[in-house]
Structures are given as C-alpha cells and as structure tokens.
C-alpha cells in the first residue's frame, strides 16, 4: 500500500526559532498534499492543501507567513514552522493523494512538535 | 458546507461483542465518507470508504459500515471486538460538490475502549 513518511518524528526547539519538517510519499506520486494540526484529544484540522508546483491553500485562521508549505516536488511537501511560540506545540499530520479529486488519502505518522 | 459528527466522545464494550461507533454527516450532494483508526502518536489508518454503490461496506480489521441516506448515517461496525482495537476512530466525509471535492472534514473522534 501507499506509504508516507514524515521526518522528523518529534521535535523540541526553543521559542523563536525555525522548524521545518518534511512529508514524503514512499512509494507514489502525490500532485497534492494535506497538512493537518491536532491537539490532545481533539480531532484533525486542515491547515493547509498544497498542489506539487504551485502556492498552498491556506484555509481561514492559518497564518501563511508563519506555516510555510512548500511542494516542490511529487513526492515531498515541506511544512516550515517560523518563529515558533509554545502556542505552536501540537501534532501535526500531512496527507497525500495521488490527484486532487483522487478517493484515497494517505497519511503520514506525524510529527510532535514541542516548543519551550 | 460539509460537516459530520460523532455524538459519543467514548464507548466501551467488552472483547467478543458487537461494537458500534457512530457518525452522522451533513452535504449538500452525495457524500464521500471514510472511516480511520488512530493509535496513540501515530497517523491515521484508513479502515473503508463509502463512494457509491452497496450501502454495507467491508474494510480492514473486521470493520465494516453501513451508508443511510435518509438517517445520513455512516455508523462504524465489527461483529466481534478485540482488546487491539481500542484506538480513536475517526469518521470522515468529502462533498465532491464543495470547491472541487478536495477537502475532507473529520469528526471529533471516538475513543474506543475494549476490555479483556
């Protein structure tokens, strides 16, 4: 089956620095992925949706210049957090498929992110 | 726009009973609609989907659900509940007909506990 991976697992990085964290589909290509945020005990909220070679789509509330997502290619989507604040510390999740309109949607593992 | 709901935060059954875990959803056209599993500190895992065609849907573990359209119910079933399938289950549901069918809206998430 379809697999994709994020790195790094977890990460702690002190308040006002940068953290990128990488999201990879393994075995196929994905012309879009998904970032996600979910709190403890909370269900998934889409950050953002980005399109291999174009600009993501950043839904209402998510900060742009904060979250940077970058998709430069069919199998790598790059969620940059700047400026981190402990506010920040979450899990987040991506997600791939293989077309925009595609049924199936891959997830990666997730990333913990925890800023001090 | 499109939205779902899981009205039971918890259930508990005891392993060898039928379990149910409960999902109603709100499109204007017809629905997509997933069903995923989370362990603690991992990605989500796609159980079934429903598209079209029979309302009983078969997918991994055991797991199956029954698509009604007039209760616009998408309730998670399995005959018999094991001890491994306590987890967070989360219902899901795309409108194809909202802003391209890209987006899918998950639920709140339902604890699933089994006990031996």
């Known amino acids: 089956g379809a697999v994709v991976s994020q790195h790094p697992s977890w990460v702690i990085c002190k308040s006002g620095t940068s953290v990128k964290i990488e999201c990879r589909s393994l075995d196929f290509q994905a012309t879009t992925m998904f970032w996600y945020r979910q709190f403890p005990k909370q269900s998934l909220m889409l950050m953002a949706t980005s399109n291999e070679g174009s600009k993501a789509t950043y839904e209402q509330g998510v900060e742009k210049d904060k979250f940077l997502i970058n998709h430069a290619s069919l199998t790598l989507s790059t969620l940059t957090v700047t400026s981190a604040h402990p506010e920040d510390s979450s899990f987040y999740i991506c997600s791939a498929r293989v077309a925009l309109a595609a049924y199936e949607q891959y997830f990666g593992p997730g990333t913990r992110l925890t800023v001090t | ?116």
């Open chain 2, 1 to 116: 726009a499109q939205s779902v709901a899981q009205p039971e935060d918890q259930v508990n059954v005891a392993e060898g009973n039928p379990l149910t875990v409960k999902c109603t959803y709100s499109v204007s056209g017809n629905p997509y609609l997933f069903w995923y599993v989370q362990y603690p500190n991992r990605g989500l895992q796609f159980l079934l989907k429903y598209i079209t065609g029979d309302n009983l849907v078969k997918g991994s573990y055991g797991f199956e659900a029954e698509f009604n359209k007039s209760q616009t119910s998408f309730h998670l079933k399995k005959p018999s509940a094991l001890v491994s399938d306590s987890a967070l289950y989360f219902c899901a549901v795309r409108d194809p007909l909202d802003t391209g069918g890209f987006k899918t809206i998950f639920g709140a998430g339902t604890r699933l506990f089994v006990k031996a």
